[in-house]
């Protein structure tokens, strides 16, 4: 029994020593793509939350119309859209992972501005009455008195939209963006083993994004602690 | 002080407010009576653009509140406003609850506005709570607290609407004394309320709103002793 043992992790040994160096790129490249992917996702959603927020109607459809199309149509069509089309639209070559940044973080934004949106609209009207009487202008109030308590409602839906982030950035690696689940397939090609890379890819986003939902955890825990609202 | 000329407002096809005309000079104190959906709380806010009228003029210290030309804004900082439901920010603590809009709007220095804010929670006996969040306040703390938020702004008129009708009753009466020593105290006020105790001690002038149109309008003896149209009547046997 304990000869089997041995024998199996003496073949793993071998194996991960062989084949970590693929699994270490692939996991900076998915962990470089998930990050831009979240800031640009971020910053174009606050974006799209306040165009559509807007009273003014030419402003608030193009927002509608792009956060509908993006949710409705797959992630995957969108990446051969952006992979092949934007090249051709622009005629400039961009590198692969930039495009990649681009098709994730164009479809995070469209969910991440509805989580936005619904936060700062879960909070009650009078708190911006009372803000707009006391003299402070709609932005002032929003920066002040909206956002702040909105952050704290959207923050475990922000967190979960990051995971899904990086669980979903897997998906670059079928237009050959050397990604951790890119690395993964070709270290199976090479090692004619099927499931054992898996289980280290596994592995490895599973670490990524636990991390991640702690952290996140942690920042809600901080900011419910600093004031006594129960 | 403010003059209200013809003023309409309609949510919809629902025409809330139809043809108000008032004046209210400085120093009074106005309380605005009447049945639910008459209109007065609707009236109340539009005085200082929270409803936007769909017709009418409203001219604020000579200044018409009414005309897009016109910053609402500045207008807004002479006027207090205290809602039914208090609407403290509940992320800050009472102190920045009151001292945010003087150092924001009005730039003024932090410590001249802590002092300022120590002062009114002195006046209002509430100097213990000043690092206190909101959750950990009574119903009539809160609403003492913002009427102090709204005296921080050293507006020139408050607006009251309906501020104890969700209190629990024996927290109306702090709220009341509050408001009588500010009426007392000289300052214009105008309050929607279902208190007739209060609007009988305290008010210059009653005003009877029904329907969205000011049915009756006089002293408090004037309206409650002798009414004489018999829509007042019939809501004053009701309350009375």
């Known amino acids: 029994m304990a000869n089997i043992m041995m024998y199996y992790i003496t073949i793993y040994m071998e194996f991960i020593q062989k084949y970590y160096k693929f699994f270490i790129n692939g996991t900076k490249i998915t962990l470089f793509l998930s990050f831009f992917g979240v800031i640009f996702g971020v910053a174009i959603g606050i974006f799209l939350a306040l165009m559509k927020m807007s009273k003014k109607s030419f402003i608030r459809v193009p927002a509608s119309a792009y956060i509908e199309v993006v949710r409705g149509t797959p992630l995957l069509v969108q990446l051969f859209m952006i992979y092949y089309g934007l090249p051709m639209l622009t005629g400039i070559e961009f590198p692969d992972i930039l495009l990649g940044i681009i098709a994730v973080s164009f479809n995070s934004s469209a969910y991440v501005s509805e989580i936005i949106r619904a936060g700062i609209q879960s909070i009650d009207k009078g708190q911006m009455e009372a803000a707009r009487s006391l003299g402070m202008t709609h932005s002032m109030a929003m920066r002040y008195i909206v956002i702040p308590q909105a952050f704290k409602n959207i923050l475990p839906a922000l967190g979960n939209e990051f995971i899904v982030l990086v669980k979903e950035s897997a998906i670059v690696s079928v237009v050959g963006i050397y990604d951790l689940m890119y690395q993964t397939d070709t270290v199976r090609g090479n090692s004619y083993k099927p499931f054992a890379p898996l289980v280290v890819a596994a592995i490895i986003y599973f670490i990524i994004t636990f991390t991640l939902s702690k952290l996140v955890g942690n920042l809600e825990r901080r900011l419910s602690a600093s004031d006594s609202r129960n | ?240």
């Not at chain 2, 009228?53 to 002479?78: A, H, L, W």
């Not at chain 2, 009005?106 to 100097?127: D, F, H, S, V």
């Open chain 2, 1 to 240: 002080m403010i003059h209200v000329t013809n003023l309409n407002k309609s949510f919809g096809s629902l025409h809330v407010l139809k043809g108000i005309d008032e004046h209210i000079k400085k120093g009074e104190v106005v309380v605005i009576i009447g049945p639910s959906g008459s209109g007065k709380s609707t009236f109340l806010r539009c005085l200082n653009l929270l409803e936007y009228p769909t017709s009418g003029e409203i001219v604020f210290e000579g200044v018409s509140i009414t005309d897009s030309k016109n910053d609402v804004n500045k207008q807004r900082e002479k006027m207090g406003m205290v809602f039914q439901q208090f609407n403290l920010f509940p992320h800050m603590t009472v102190s920045e609850n009151i001292t945010l809009s003087p150092i924001k709007v009005k730039k003024m220095e932090k410590e001249e506005a802590q002092k300022i804010a120590m002062n009114l929670l002195n006046r209002i006996g509430l100097e213990d709570k000043a690092h206190a969040y909101p959750n950990q306040l009574s119903g009539g703390q809160k609403q003492r607290i913002a009427i102090a938020r709204a005296l921080a702004m050293s507006p020139d008129v408050m607006l009251f609407d309906e501020p104890t009708s969700a209190l629990d009753p024996e927290m109306v009466g702090e709220v009341l004394d509050v408001m009588k020593e500010l009426a007392s105290d000289g300052m214009t006020m105008v309050v929607v309320t279902h208190e007739m105790g209060f609007a009988k001690e305290v008010a210059s002038r009653v005003v009877f709103m029904d329907g969205g149109q000011i049915v009756e309008e006089g002293s408090p003896k004037e309206i409650f002793e002798n009414p004489k149209h018999p829509r007042t009547k019939d809501f004053l046997g009701k309350v009375l």
